[in-house]
Structures are given as structure tokens and as C-alpha cells.
């Protein structure tokens, strides 16, 4: 799931994000915690993130959501990865 970033928040395919917090068109959200980050491959571009969720709101998109992987980051964004284990 790619993303777009305008400086505020980093919209991704059916949602939002916002600081720590995911929020779906669905009303769901998560809010996480980084576990892990190391720098990106792309010099100038933010690190890879391996966040753990620590919060669910709603039932929806994200309900079922437990980690969240944050990859091919670049100047306009990253590529998000969803992972639910309920």
C-alpha cells in the first residue's frame, strides 16, 4: 500500500496517517510504537519502521491490525504493510 505525504500527514490507500496514529475511511484506527528502524536504502529518504500496535479504535479496515512495516520510504512517502494476527 504506497502513500503520499503533504507535509502533515501521509495519506495512504483508504486512510490516513498522522503521527502514530492510522486512521481508515472505515473509521478504524491504530495507533503504534517503533519496535524498529533502520536507515533506508534512498539517502535523503526517512528509515524503515517496524511498529507494533499498541491501540485499536473502531471495527473496520484496521480492526485486526497488529504490526505495521514501513518500507520503500522516499521523498513522497513509503509503502505500508499491514500484518493482523487475531
Known amino acids: 500500500m504506497s502513500t503520499h505525504f503533504d507535509g502533515k500527514t501521509e495519506n495512504f490507500e483508504g486512510g490516513y496517517r498522522s503521527g502514530m496514529t492510522w486512521v481508515a475511511k472505515d473509521g478504524s484506527r491504530v495507533t503504534a510504537e517503533e519496535v524498529k528502524s533502520v536507515p533506508a536504502p534512498e539517502k535523503h529518504a526517512p528509515p524503515w519502521q517496524l511498529l507494533k500496535v ?33
Not at 473502531?58 to 522516499?74: A, F, M, P, S, Y
Open 54 to 86: 499498541t491501540a485499536h479504535e473502531g471495527k473496520g479496515r484496521l480492526n485486526l491490525v497488529e504490526w505495521i512495516q514501513r518500507i520503500d520510504t522516499h521523498d513522497a512517502g513509503a509503502k505500508y504493510v499491514f500484518y493482523g494476527s487475531k
